[in-house]
């Protein structure tokens, strides 16, 4: 059973900073596409930043420039730094391993955890 432990939510005023972590087995950890996602109140779900198994990394346009998506091999853990947070930050953020494959064999989620910006 794989399991994605998120953690590093909570509740920051506007400008301020957050990391949050994402950490599962050895197992998926270097074969998979890694994504960070987010959904705010009201909203559809929402794909943040992505890591190919390559480590390139991509970030939806909004955050460019204040997010940044890290993996550390040895822990088997992804972050995605988060800076200069806005309000419209504010949301649900869950992190996802998945298949990088066309097959799509597998995806797991982790729990969500909420970040709340506040102006």
């Known amino acids: 059973q794989v399991q994605l432990v998120e953690s590093g939510g909570g509740l920051v005023q506007a400008g301020g900073s957050l990391r949050l972590s994402c950490a599962t087995s050895?197992?998926?950890?270097?074969?998979?596409?890694m994504r960070w996602y987010r959904q705010a109140p009201g909203k559809q779900r929402e794909l943040v930043a992505l890591?190919?198994?390559?480590?390139?990394?991509q970030y939806v346009e909004s955050v460019k420039g204040r997010f940044t998506l890290s993996r550390d091999n040895v822990k088997n853990t992804v972050y995605l730094q988060m800076n200069s947070l806005k309000p419209e930050d504010t949301a649900v953020y869950y992190c996802?391993?998945?298949?990088?494959?066309?097959?799509?064999?597998?995806?797991?989620w982790g729990q969500g955890t909420q970040v709340t910006v506040s102006s």
């Open positions: 890591a190919t198994t390559g480590s390139s990394t």
């Open positions: 050895r197992s998926i950890f270097s074969i998979s596409v």
């Open positions: 996802n391993f998945a298949d990088p494959g066309p097959a799509g064999r597998y995806s797991y």
